[in-house]
């Protein structure tokens, strides 16, 4: 049986394409994406606080905490902050930063 290792942010299908994250964010073109992935990624697993750039209705808007879920399926993060958590889609994301 043939492994490969996928990032939190990725997944296989039953062919083997990698779909997840990747392919979502790849669609629209951000060729940042792979050190976004690795940062989103950082904060789940080391508990590491980031701050990230994300569009909203009014224009852009920063937010600061650690990621606590990352859903491939429904392609968006939660991320928790002082006192609240909120869910983030992963095309409403323009930088991570830690």
Same mark, same amino acid.
Request: proline fraction near 5%; avoid cysteine.
């Given at each position: 049986?043939n492994r490969q /290792?996928?990032?939190?942010?990725?997944?296989s299908?039953?062919a083997g394409?990698?779909? =997840?994250?990747d392919?979502? @964010?790849?669609?629209? =073109?951000?060729?940042? $994406?792979?050190l976004m992935?690795?940062?989103?990624s950082?904060?789940?697993?080391? /508990? @590491?606080?980031i701050r990230? !750039?994300?569009?909203?209705?009014h =224009? !852009?808007?920063?937010?600061? =905490?650690?990621?606590?879920v990352?859903? !491939?399926?429904?392609?968006?993060?939660?991320l928790?902050?002082?006192?609240? $958590?909120?869910w983030?889609?992963?095309?409403?994301?323009r930088?991570v930063? !830690?």
């Open positions: 049986m /290792h996928l990032s939190p942010l990725m997944a299908d039953i394409k990698i779909v =997840g994250t392919a979502a @964010v790849q669609q629209k =073109g951000t060729p940042d $994406w792979p992935e690795r940062e989103l950082l904060s789940l697993e080391k /508990h @590491v606080k990230l !750039t994300v569009d909203t209705p =224009g !852009t808007s920063q937010l600061r =905490g650690f990621v606590t990352i859903n !491939t399926y429904l392609k968006e993060i939660k928790r902050e002082e006192d609240d $958590w909120q983030i889609r992963f095309e409403d994301i930088s930063q !830690t």
